[in-house]
């Protein structure tokens, strides 16, 4: 007996930063990896660093359902979107949060609350993101 091969999962997966996304980025497309005939449709919401800018992101997350996962540290911020998903009723996963604790628990240390520490906006950034831009814009489609 042969087995049908399982047609692929697409699903809506929902990545909201406060910073350039690329950490949530990394982590969901790892873990999305660990799931054979699952494919995430990714919808990035970087810089979200407004109310404004997250009434943006939750009326899209509204018309595309799926799971929600964010790194937003600003509290406020965090309550609202974990507030709008809830009312979506989607999941929302902090995607930091148990790593952070962890930490903080073994170094008896204070979290910071500044967004984006961990990329330094100096010339080597914004090269690699000209040449990116670059790259995007010249791509003929043919690779």
Do not use: K, W
């Not at 406060?18 to 799931?35: K, P």
């Not at 799926?66 to 995607?95: F, K, N, S, W, Y």
């Amino acid at each position: 007996m042969t087995s049908t091969p399982r047609v692929a999962t697409y699903f809506h997966v929902h990545l909201v930063s406060d910073s350039t996304g690329e950490t949530l980025n990394a982590m969901a497309r790892a873990v999305c990896a660990r799931f054979e005939n699952v494919l995430p449709i990714e919808h990035i919401y970087a810089l979200v660093r407004s109310p404004r800018q997250l009434e943006r992101a939750l009326t899209d997350i509204e018309e595309a359902p799926g799971v929600v996962i964010h790194t937003i540290v600003d509290d406020q911020l965090r309550t609202a979107l974990e507030e709008g998903v809830r009312r979506l009723d989607m999941p929302c996963i902090a995607a930091l949060d148990p790593l952070v604790s962890s930490l903080q628990r073994y170094l008896g240390a204070s979290i910071s609350r500044r967004v984006g520490v961990q990329h330094a906006l100096d010339n080597d950034y914004f090269n690699r993101m000209d040449a990116l831009n670059y790259a995007i814009g010249h791509d003929d489609g043919q690779g």
